[in-house]
């Protein structure tokens, strides 16, 4: 007998909303900020030959992709499901994230190669004009990251955003330091050093992102949800004798989804237990859930739900 409780579309139960208005007005700001500053980095570096500044507008460029593939994926989660999608259009939040860690890697290593090459034949560069370039970065990517920083709190996909703006900051902070130490001493190969130093922060920064979105387009358990906190928690509700068939995956970056087969007790109400279950995961982040109850001893369809892969 298989019964689906109400299902709480939020995401956790605990979350808040995002509101849609704020956060599409924050990414349409950070694009047109960042584009702006990679025409002028671009400009900047070619015309001094900095490694360093092309470097970090080539990585400012990415943002902008990344930016942009962030503002779909929230109009895209906000489309209604129909007949062809009865989820909707949610799960593209995850290919954002997944697609946007492969851009960065690919960047990663076009931003070693040059510099390498560099480092063996470094290029004289103008310190002044990469220090005043890298202090308008720091300017546009602390005010972008302060557009996020509200929103970043309740939706994962945004904090993505966010954390890459506070990162973009700091990269651009070691460009002001290079800038001022070839200013100061003339040491052309702090320019190439900088670049790779870029190149690590970005590739630490992007490996979490990419080993985090290939597991939830691979329906893996979401970063920060406990499966034996699952457990316990299904288990613990008053009238549940045992369970299987407990599946965890990713709705979207926000939205946590349970399937699972509980057995009840002869005497309990199932309508009650899937209310109480309903209840016990919201509270740890689940609000999309289905419960299918069984009595003790009744033949679990074992075959269809292919345990075998369980």
């Known amino acids: 007998m298989g019964h689906n409780i109400g299902h709480d579309h939020n995401g956790a139960g605990h979350h808040h909303h995002i509101d849609p208005t704020h956060v599409t007005r924050a990414l349409v ?3 047109a900020l960042n584009m702006a500053f990679v025409v002028v980095e671009l400009t900047a570096g070619l015309w001094q ?15 902008v992709v990344s930016l942009l593939l962030a503002l779909l994926a929230v109009k895209l989660s906000q489309a209604a499901r129909n007949d062809r999608y009865t989820y909707g259009y949610r799960k593209s939040t995850i290919l954002v994230s997944l697609v946007n860690a492969c851009i960065l890697i690919a960047a ?5 190669w040059e510099s390498i090459g560099r480092l063996m034949e470094p290029q004289p560069v103008d310190g002044g004009v990469m220090t005043w370039v890298a202090g308008v970065g720091i300017a546009v990517n602390a005010f ?3 557009l996020f920083a509200k929103d970043s709190k309740d939706d994962l996909n945004i904090k993505g955003a966010y954390l890459h703006m506070v990162a973009d900051t700091l990269v651009s902070l070691g460009v002001l330091v290079s800038g001022i130490v070839i200013s100061y001493t003339g040491w052309y190969v702090a320019d190439p050093i900088i670049a790779l130093t870029v190149a690590a922060v970005i590739f630490a920064s992007t490996w979490s992102v990419l080993r985090a979105s290939l597991r939830l387009t691979l329906d893996g358990v979401p ?3 406990d499966i034996d906190r699952v457990r316990r928690a299904i288990t613990s509700v008053e009238g ?18 349970v399937t699972v087969h509980v057995v009840t007790n002869p ?7 899937k ?21 003790e001893g009744e033949t679990c369809c074992d075959d269809l739900c292919d345990s075998r892969k369980e």
Not at 49 to 63: E, F, P, T, Y
Not at 275 to 295: D, M, N, P, Q, S
């Open 275 to 295: 209310y109480r279950i309903k209840r016990a995961l919201a509270e740890i982040g689940a609000g999309h859930v289905t419960v299918e109850t069984e009595v």
């Open 144 to 146: 972008t990251a302060w």
């Open 240 to 257: 549940v004798a045992a369970m299987h068939h407990l599946h965890v995956w990713a709705l979207s970056t926000t939205e946590t989804a």
């Open 49 to 63: 030959r900095s490694m360093g500044l092309v470097s970090d507008a080539g990585h400012n460029l990415s943002d």
């Open 223 to 225: 970063h920060g949800m």
């Open 267 to 273: 005497s309990a109400d199932a309508a009650a237990v």
């Open 108 to 112: 990663v290593g076009v931003i070693v």
């Open 29 to 31: 700001w950070g694009i």
